[in-house]
């Protein structure tokens, strides 16, 4: 049977995501990430050449074309973007700054109806605690790159075939994804969405929601691997197709980074009860009343 103190935790995530419109707060972030996205990845492709180089680093980014199923057509555009990434000037990054803030304020703004207590300056909150990541991209792209051109090794273009290799090339993505990504979630789900739960709360919530987008890319690979002409609904326009399938699973993505971050919410709300009644019946506060007010943190 499941643990009693699981069942509440679940049920307040309930509760938190029953405050407002899952779907409608997935729409918010997709909206703003439609502008933030590129920026990232551009800025985390450029952070390599500090490594690198700008040559070396491009030749080490495109041996990695080989993990991306090439029957949608997806290994052009990364081609374009790791040519593109790797030759911006710092006057570029700085310009990307601006757009690739609007993140924060995506996260941000699709959380806070959820949240009990309400926000200032919500905005300028996200944005400016997102750009703290500035300083960790660098070092987790050198990392997933790194693990990445090992597994060139075990694709089919890299001499290897069969499940065996297949299972692994998969576990070891599966796994760098989720470890790296529970850097990042960490930080977003203490500083820039609300609620500023305890760090060990967030790490918590990040690591488990960093599994689920771990997998979930993983399927994103899988789906790339479709043959299947994506721009038959859009009157043979592939570009319009692609850009709607990209969106599409990014909508799907923030589903569960906001469902994350109302389990971490949960948790953090579990604590707080905890402390400030530490003798109680565990079922005390499963009445769903709102929680003891949190010790400084």
């Known amino acids: 049977m499941t643990d009693p103190r699981v069942r509440a935790v679940l049920r307040d995530t309930g509760r938190i995501l029953g405050r407002g419109d899952l779907a409608g707060a997935a729409g918010t972030m997709t909206y703003f990430a439609a502008i933030a996205v590129v920026p990232w990845v551009l800025l985390a492709v450029w952070s390599l050449t500090w490594f690198d180089g700008v040559d070396s680093a491009e030749r080490t980014l495109l041996r990695l074309r080989v993990l991306i199923p ?18 911006l000037g710092l006057l570029g ?13 995506g996260l941000r703004r699709a959380c ?20 703290a990541l500035v300083v960790v991209v660098p070092p987790l792209t050198w990392i997933h790159v790194r693990v990445g051109t090992l597994l060139v090794g ?16 998969v576990w070891a993505g599966f796994t760098i994804t989720w470890l790296l990504l ?24 990040a690591t488990v929601t960093a599994s689920f987008v771990s997998g979930f890319a993983q399927g994103f690979l899988l789906f ?35 469902t994350g971050w109302a389990l971490t919410q949960a948790i953090d709300h579990r604590d707080d009860r ?19 007010a949190a010790p400084s943190r």
């Open 93 to 105: 990054i700085v310009v990307m700054l601006f757009p690739a803030s609007f993140y924060g304020e």
């Open 112 to 131: 806070v109806p959820m949240h009990e207590r309400s926000d200032r300056l919500t905005s300028w909150r996200g944005r400016i605690s997102m750009m």
């Open 274 to 292: 905890a402390q400030a009644a530490p003798v109680s019946h565990p079922d005390a506060a499963d009445d769903g009343s709102p929680p003891a």
């Open 70 to 87: 090439p029957d949608m057509g997806a290994r052009p555009v990364f081609d374009t973007v790791v040519h593109t990434g790797t030759h």
């Open 224 to 258: 790339l691997s479709i043959g299947i002409d994506i721009g038959i609904p859009y009157g043979g326009l592939r570009v319009v197709g692609g850009v709607v399938a990209v969106g599409l699973w990014l909508y799907l993505m923030h589903i569960l980074i906001i």
């Open 182 to 205: 529970s850097v990042v979630l960490t930080w977003v789900f203490r500083e820039v969405t609300p609620g500023k739960p305890r760090w060990w709360v967030a790490l918590a919530g």
């Open 154 to 169: 075990l694709s089919p273009e890299g001499g290897a075939d069969g499940w065996g290799p297949f299972a692994l090339r």
